[in-house]
């Protein structure tokens, strides 16, 4: 590529429509048009089998490359999106302005329990940061996610039943709105824009550094036990009424597997179908033990893996896949999932039914979650008892299969759907399955407020609809 225009400090070359010229110049970070390895690199997200077609990436540098870029998309009407990772991506972006945030990657750590991370700051790189320091801070399942992107969409994780939400714990934000302003948000500066920030995901506006407490845990007792095929289904009943017994000291999921053999997957687990008991417990290793014993008496797991760990250890406890994959995946909110729920589950999925999805997962809520934060925010839905998240893994043209047999699955559910989904989890399902995140008052309320901090609706692929 040959290098065309002012140098602009970086070795990338925007080599894309001359319209672009302007934010070249005006930007530290790199510019790239669809055909260059950058823009690809950039635009891919984590699921291989979302195509992304944006009209150009910026790698933004600073929080002042977000505000140029945002002028800009404004004065050309463009939309914008944000990608820090690629884990959640929300539409095919036709035609946006992409901000990736990866460079913005600041990461400070205060002793006193608060961290401010740079948008482009995953939650491993917060776990390593704060290794050491018996500080924790409310990742999710995956700590390879953007703290940014998690915590906007309320962030429910492997503690959430102890702690409620990651989007409880923030102080602050910066953020640049469809305006064109970078503010510093607080619930003291600006409530209503920190209430939809929290929740509401990038339909108020590209967040550049977010501000959150740090809590003091030095340890969990967490970790997973797996059940074989021959017990799964045992393990299944047993997790369904065990789960109802517990404090919220306890978070649980369960999954029901079947692992490839590949490379990182214990022999084991691999090429066979089992149940994993996933669980966190913040309280003494000996009440964990405890209120874990009946699940381990539901029958004699292939590995045990519950133990007294680091914090900075809780990405084993799902040990979700890290590397991108061509995925299919769904979600929705149970109210409730006992013995009659897990008897439909089996048979839709259990051993034997052959079933197409790589994971299919049932995540308690309850305990703090469903209680309304000291600070209210846009997260809605507090107040259901259950996820369930369904996931298949394959070559592209076999994935609308599995799509399809998820649909049938989520139906088998029908009689314990809650009727809603979270943000985090629907994105990908467009704008309709994106608005069933919210209650209709929180969702006119964002609508409300997008129409003033995001005048132009910048901010529209894939968020808050009906604008
Ligand atoms: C394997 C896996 C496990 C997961 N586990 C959990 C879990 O336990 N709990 C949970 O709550 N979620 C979970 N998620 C969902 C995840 O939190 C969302 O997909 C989240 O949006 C990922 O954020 P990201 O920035 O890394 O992804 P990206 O794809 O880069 O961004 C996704 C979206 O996040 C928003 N966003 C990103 N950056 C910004 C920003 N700077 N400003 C404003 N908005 C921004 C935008 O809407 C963007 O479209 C999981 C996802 C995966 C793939």
């Known amino acids: ?11 990338a070359v925007f080599d894309g429509p001359p319209a672009f010229d302007d934010l070249r110049r005006a930007v530290d970070g790199a510019l790239f048009a669809p055909g260059q390895p950058g823009y690809t690199e950039l635009s891919t997200p984590w699921n291989l089998a979302v195509r992304t077609s944006p009209a150009a990436v910026l790698e933004a540098a600073t929080a002042q490359d977000v505000v140029e870029a945002v002028r800009f998309a404004s004065a050309n009407g463009l939309p914008v999106a944000v990608q820090a990772t690629g884990h959640g991506i929300a539409s095919d972006l036709d035609g946006a302005l992409l901000i990736h945030t990866r460079n913005l990657a600041e990461c400070t750590i205060d002793p006193r329990g608060w961290a401010r991370t740079g948008a482009g ?27 940014a992107g998690y915590t906007s969409g309320g962030g429910i994780g492997p503690m959430a039943r102890t702690f409620g939400a990651a989007s409880d714990q923030v102080r602050a934000f910066d953020v640049v709105t469809g305006d064109g302003r970078l503010r510093h ?10 209430w939809g920030l929290r929740g509401g995901k990038s ?7 977010t501000e959150f407490n740090l809590l003091p845990l030095p340890t969990i007792y967490a970790g997973a036990l797996f059940f074989g095929e021959d017990s799964a289904a045992r393990a299944t009943f047993a997790w369904s009424s065990w789960c109802h017994t517990l404090p919220p000291e306890a978070s649980t999921s369960l999954a029901l597997m079947q692992l490839p053999p590949t490379p990182g997957v214990p022999e084991a687990l691999a090429g066979t179908f089992t149940a994993a008991v996933r669980y966190v417990y913040t309280g003494s290793p000996d009440d964990g033990a405890r209120w874990l014993a009946p699940m381990r008496a539901a029958g004699v797991p292939l590995m045990d893996a519950v133990q007294t760990m ?9 040990s979700d896949p890290e590397d991108a994959l061509p995925a299919s995946e769904a979600s929705c909110l149970l109210a409730d ?24 997962e049932i995540r308690q809520f309850g305990g ?9 925010s846009a997260l809605c839905h507090r107040d259901a008892g259950f996820g369930l998240y369904s996931v298949g893994v394959a070559a592209p043209p076999e994935l609308p299969a599995i799509a399809v047999h998820a649909a049938g699955l989520h139906a088998s559910m029908g009689e314990w759907h809650f009727g809603a989904n979270l943000p985090n989890f629907s994105a990908s399902s467009g704008a309709a399955g994106f608005a069933a995140s919210y209650t209709p008052e929180v969702l006119a309320r964002l609508t409300r407020l997008a129409a003033h901090y995001d005048p132009d609706a910048l901010f529209r692929l894939g968020q808050v609809p009906a604008r």
């Open 121 to 147: 700051v995953t939650w491993k790189t917060v776990l390593s940061a704060c290794a050491g320091t018996g500080l924790a801070g409310l990742c999710g399942s995956a700590p390879g996610v953007s703290v």
């Open 185 to 194: 948000v607080t619930a003291e500066t600006e409530p209503d824009l920190f």
């Open 1 to 11: 590529m040959e290098p065309i225009g002012e140098p602009t400090g970086h070795p």
């Open 310 to 318: 680091p914090y900075s250890m809780i990405g084993m406890v799902h």
């Open 337 to 360: 999932f006992g013995p009659e729920a897990a008897q439909t589950l089996l048979r839709a999925v259990g051993p034997g039914t052959n079933s197409p999805q790589l994971l299919v």
């Open 368 to 376: 703090a979650l469903s209680e309304e934060p000291a600070v209210p």
């Open 203 to 209: 339909s108020l506006g590209i967040i550049t550094a």
